[in-house]
Structure formats: C-alpha cells, structure tokens
C-alpha cells in the first residue's frame, strides 16, 4: 500500500505519541507513553493484564476522514466476528497529549488463546488497511514492550520498531475530546455542507440533502416575534408541552431536524459521526430559514435544536464519565456564528425513572441514542450537563414531572416574563 507524506511523518513520530486504554468505562483509561530506551525503574503499565496473555493494538490513520470513519465504523464489527471468542477488544486512541485533532483511535486486544487467529487476522488488516498494528510483550522484570509491525514489498509482516512502555500522565483534556470539532460538531454551515458535498460519490443521497439545503429559506438574525426552542432528553415531554404550546400561543410549531429531511434520516443515522452529525446541522440550517420566515408573523415554539444537536454529538464522542467532558466555557459549546439564536431555550428535566415510565408507556421504535439513554445513565448525565454547557442562549431548566397542564402553566409564565408575551 502506498504511504502518504502525513501517514509518514506520523510514522517518525509515533514515539511522541501518548496512548490511552479504556479497559473499563467506569474508570479512567490507562495511559502510556513509549521510550526507546529502557529506563532505570521498571514501571507496571498493564496492572489488568497477565503477563503471558498476547496483546496488540491497532489504530487508524487514513489522511481521507471519510474513509478513515466509514472504516473505524465497521472495525468493531470486524474484530468481534474474526476473532476468537476469547479475545478481549477495549476502545484505544493514540494521541498527542492536548494537541487538536490528533486522535487515532483503535482497539486494544487480549489475546488468551494460542490460535494463530488473531496475528493473522491483523498481518491482513496491516497489508490492507489503513491501519498501524502493535503487539505487546512482557519481560522478566514485568516490563512491556510495544511492537511496531510493518511489511515488506511480498506482503511478509514482521516487527520493525520496540519501544519501552512507560506510564504516562492523564492529560489535561481527555483524548476523545481533541477530535471533536469539525468531526462531531460543526461550528458553520459551509463546515457542515462541505461534508455532504464531499461524500456525494460514496451517498448519493447527499445530493439530494443538499439540493433541498440550496433551496432554504434565508434566515435573518432578528425576529419580529420570539422564537422559544423546547429541549430535554428523549420522552421529557417536548411533543406534548410544545402542541399545547402552540395552541395558547397562536404560534407557529416547528423542529428540528425538518420535516422534508425525513425521508434520508434513517440513512444518514446509519453513517458513522462525521456524516451524520453534518445531516443534523444542515437541518438546523434549513429550520432557522423556517424560524425566520414564520416568526415575522407570529411567536415560533421550536421541537429541538442546536442543543441537541451538539449535545447528543458531544456525549456520544466522549467517552466515560462525566468529568471527560471539555470544560464549561469550552470552544465546544459555542453557538455557531451564522446560526439564528432563539430568544429563550428551555430544558425538559425529569427523573430517569419517570423517563423510562413515560418511555414504556410510548413504546415506539427507538433510535440508538433513545436506547443508550434508557440503558447507559453516563451517557444520559453526559447529554444533561452538556445540554447545560452549551453558550448563546443558556438552557433554563424546567420541572417536567408535574402533570402537562402545570407543567404548561410554569412555561407560560416563564415565557412572559422572558419574552414579555
Ligand atoms: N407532564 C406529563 N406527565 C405525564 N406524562 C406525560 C407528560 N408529558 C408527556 N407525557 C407522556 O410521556 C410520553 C412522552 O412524551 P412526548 O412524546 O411529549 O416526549 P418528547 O420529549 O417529545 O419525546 P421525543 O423527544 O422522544 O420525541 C408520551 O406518552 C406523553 O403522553
Ligand atoms: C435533533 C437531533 C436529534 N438527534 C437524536 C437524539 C434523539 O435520540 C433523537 C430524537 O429525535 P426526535 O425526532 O426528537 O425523536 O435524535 C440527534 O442526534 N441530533 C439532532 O440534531
């Protein structure tokens, strides 16, 4: 395979590469740095790892991002179903510490068979794909080393690089945060449709998004009327309190994403966050132009937007606990700059048991974010407070326990008092 200038200055600097193992999600991951020379006081890296089990690491590289996420997208899948059973995959990046976009991430193995499966599996990946493969070993003194594999012009695999395993600090920004911009959370419209544009060849589709994006109503930063954007988890009660909403109003109900992206939502669901995050802020693009036209005659009730976009993206690219997330007053959670601002966001809170209640009493198809809500409370904390940190207009928080009638009441008042209807 042919190696880019990128993946080959990369290359030179693997060494100064830090590594981050999530082998359990409820705690922090193990971080190491490499040496190429062994230090003095051999250090336990792998405190969870037997020193006779077979280790490896792969990592994706790809210069091209699409093609870099579609393969990552389906890596997992891969390795579960090649693998042995016994094989043990945890989540792994290779990182720069605090060095934006410098996330490569990856797979740790554990490998407690003596199958030829696994190295041979991984030697295919190495001549295929663009990925960079290690393997680990233990030494007498317990000290680990890492391998570098690389092959030869007739496809052989060998190791051609060792490195002394050394711990290393957390860093002060967890590593799946560096990537986010511009890979989970688009900051303007031409960032987001420069994506769909880009992927046109491989999802046709997009031709379709865009030429309906092209054709969007303009939006203008003032609005003759107040526009009230509705946020909160999955079944706090946005559908219900923004009809009635509607109703007492005499206001206009829109959401986000549109209506007229309904048709390719399930396909762009289906791309890894990259793709789909960009579908998602193309339609609060298309919802603003809506926002604007109709808020020239009456006050605009909107079902979701910007919000949830960056929250759902920013809690599903973050890993782990809730202290992983950039900190409050980060460039993460910033409005986008031509993006039309509401005048007043208001967050659905509920209890998760009465979430889960109201879920059940729904009972409709569920999207992967609305199951890993009802089974995976650190994501569900992780969206809250994300919801929370999110700048331009900030969240005020609304009780959504009480019956819909209160509930309705407390945001009728809180509506007159902020936008004085
Ligand atoms: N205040 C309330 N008290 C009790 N049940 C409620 C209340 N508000 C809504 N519900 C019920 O909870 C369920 C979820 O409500 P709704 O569909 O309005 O939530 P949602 O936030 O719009 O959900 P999603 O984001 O998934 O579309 C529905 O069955 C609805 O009738
Ligand atoms: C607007 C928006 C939504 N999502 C995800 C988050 C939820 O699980 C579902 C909710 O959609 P619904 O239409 O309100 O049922 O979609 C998202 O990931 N990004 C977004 O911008």
């Not at 570098?148 to 052989?156: A, V």
């Not at 054709?215 to 009635?244: C, H, M, N, Y």
Request: with cysteine.
């Amino acid at each position: 395979m042919k190696m880019t200038r990128r993946m080959m200055s990369r290359l030179g600097q693997w060494s100064s590469y830090a590594f981050a193992v999530e082998f359990d999600t409820k705690s922090d991951p193990i971080y190491f740095s490499l040496n190429a020379k062994k230090s003095k006081e051999v250090q336990q890296v792998f405190k969870n790892v037997d020193a006779n089990e077979r280790c490896y690491s792969l990592h994706v590289y790809s210069d091209d991002n699409f093609q870099r996420a579609r393969f990552f997208g389906g890596l997992k899948n891969k390795l579960l179903k090649e693998l042995p059973s016994e094989c043990k995959v945890a989540e792994m990046s290779a990182f720069q510490p605090n060095v934006r976009d410098s996330v490569m991430r990856g797979y740790f193995l554990k490998d407690t068979t003596k199958s030829s499966v696994t190295e041979r599996l991984l030697g295919e990946l190495l001549r295929n794909d663009p990925v960079y493969v290690c393997s680990y070993l233990c030494g007498e003194d317990s000290g680990w080393t890492q391998h570098l594999w690389s092959h030869t012009e007739d496809g052989r695999v060998e190791a051609s690089e060792t490195y002394y395993v050394e711990p290393a600090e957390k860093p002060e920004h967890h590593p799946s945060t560096l990537n986010i911009i511009n890979s989970d959370v688009f900051y303007s419209f031409d960032d987001a449709y420069k994506v769909l544009k880009q992927c046109r060849d491989i999802i046709p589709e997009s031709k379709d998004v865009l030429d309906l994006v092209d054709q969007r109503l303009e939006s203008k930063e003032e609005t003759a009327f107040p526009v009230i954007v509705i946020e909160g988890l999955d079944a706090t009660g946005k559908t219900t309190l923004t009809e009635s909403l509607k109703e007492a109003l005499g206001a206009t109900l829109l959401r986000s994403p549109p209506q007229c992206l309904s048709p390719w939502r399930a396909r762009f669901d289906a791309e890894p966050p990259v793709i789909r995050r960009a579908f998602y802020a193309l339609g609060n693009y298309l919802t603003a132009g809506q926002i604007s036209h109709e808020a020239r005659r009456a006050p605009v009730i909107v079902d979701r937007y910007w919000h949830s976009t960056a929250a759902y993206a920013i809690a599903t690219a973050v890993g782990g606990k809730v202290r992983n997330l950039p900190q409050a007053g980060s460039k993460v959670y910033v409005w986008p700059g031509d993006l039309l601002m509401p005048s007043l966001v208001l967050l659905l809170q509920l209890n998760p048991q009465e979430r889960v209640r109201r879920l059940q009493v729904r009972g409709q198809d569920k999207t992967t974010e609305e199951e890993e809500l009802e089974a995976n409370s650190l994501f569900r904390q992780k969206v809250e407070e994300t919801f929370q940190r999110i700048q331009g207009p900030a969240c005020i928080t609304v009780d959504a326990s009480p019956s819909a009638d209160q509930v309705l009441r407390q945001v009728l008042l809180l509506i007159r008092d902020k936008c004085h209807l």
